[in-house]
């Protein structure tokens, strides 16, 4: 819009100049010279700025189209030029027409809503908005949820994997395999267990060959170790991994516990083992140079005293799994630090006075 009334501006001077061949040759000989100095800006193709643009279409109103050969552009383009800032002259700010836009806080509010109560439909959500005050409509609510990709009440009834393993996280343990290739290219398989209420994780012995006798053995050791629990097993998660046979589900069986499949390919259901095997990959395996079974023992019993008793853990807001009370300090104590396997992972703790 600047630029248009900047046009007309110019052209009205233009047009205040007595006419005559005098006056054109002048008016030529500026665009000649104008054009001069947008030459001289860069080598190459010349780059025309929008004020460029706005003087020559208005002197090209000026000069006859027989003199118009002293443009550096085409007679079209600068047909076109004065076409542009004629319809830039009429633009103006349009009216929107239809609703006016949803509040982004209905908005947001309508979403918590929906997720925090996956069985309320579409009027259930007007109506507690309405509680509140706020008039919103079934529609409205509607196009929300889907824009988000929240279903009707029935698609979003019922928790999600990872709700149900919150709420049950007490008395559920997660179990997994993962394999450590060593120096000499041998596998060796590693059987853990996770603690999801406490997030205490439990490395037992590696193998060669994780067979029958091996697998049932350790979860006799670990059922026998869980029995000073306060709360008992109720739950146990495993894959359906071939390695698994029918009396290790039935050790845990005969100690009150259900044991859960995941389904297949399904690795989000035992998203607390499958994260567990990478953070120890990430913080130890992938930087250590495994010699063999002895010592992949070593490090992973190394590793498993760090974890339960000295690392933070983000999904306990960052406590330690074997968490206790810490004070706090007025004044910021001297800290020494503590090395784990040779420098790998490092232990802070203040030095008592």
């Not at 027409?97 to 809503?113: F, H, M, Q, T």
Request: proline share 6%.
């Amino acid at each position: 819009m600047l630029f248009s009334l900047l046009y007309l501006l110019v052209r009205a001077i233009f047009r205040l100049a007595p006419p005559g061949d005098e006056f054109e040759r002048e008016v030529e000989i500026m665009v000649l010279r104008h054009q001069v100095r947008v030459l001289r800006r860069k080598d190459g193709r010349p780059k025309l700025r929008r004020i460029d643009k706005l003087l020559l279409a208005a002197a090209s109103r000026i000069l006859p189209r027989d003199r118009w050969a002293s443009f550096i552009v085409t007679p079209a383009t600068l047909l076109r030029w004065h076409r542009e800032l004629a319809r830039r002259k009429w633009t103006h700010r349009r009216k929107l027409c239809g609703r006016p836009p949803i509040d982004p806080e209905i908005y947001a509010l309508v979403c918590r809503v929906a997720r925090e109560n996956p069985r309320w439909g579409y009027m259930r959500i007007q109506g507690e908005c309405r509680k509140l005050g706020i008039r919103v409509g079934a529609t409205t609510v509607k196009r929300i949820l889907g824009r988000e990709g929240l279903g009707p009440a029935p698609r979003r009834d019922g928790p999600s994997w990872s709700e149900f393993l919150r709420a049950q996280a007490e008395g559920i343990l997660a179990t997994d395999f993962f394999t450590v290739e060593t120096v000499f290219l041998r596998t060796l398989y590693v059987l853990f267990f996770i603690e999801i209420g406490s997030r205490k994780l439990r490395f037992l012995t590696s193998t060669r060959n994780p067979d029958t006798a091996f697998v049932t053995q350790h979860a006799r050791n670990l059922s026998f170790e869980l029995q000073d629990r306060d709360r008992p097993l109720r739950f146990l998660i495993r894959d359906r991994d071939s390695k698994y046979p029918g009396s290790f589900d039935e050790v845990f069986r005969s100690e009150g516990a259900e044991v859960i499949l995941t389904p297949i390919r399904s690795p989000k259901a035992n998203s607390f083992a499958e994260r567990s095997v990478r953070t120890v990959r990430h913080e130890v395996l992938d930087l250590t140079l495994v010699l063999g079974r002895r010592h992949l023992d070593q490090i992973l019993a190394a590793y498993e005293r760090h974890y339960n008793s000295q690392r933070p853990h983000r999904g306990l807001d960052l406590r330690v799994p074997e968490s206790y009370p810490v004070a706090p300090v007025d004044e910021v104590p001297q800290i020494e630090r503590h090395d784990i396997l040779g420098g790998l992972i490092h232990e802070y703790h203040a030095v008592t006075a």
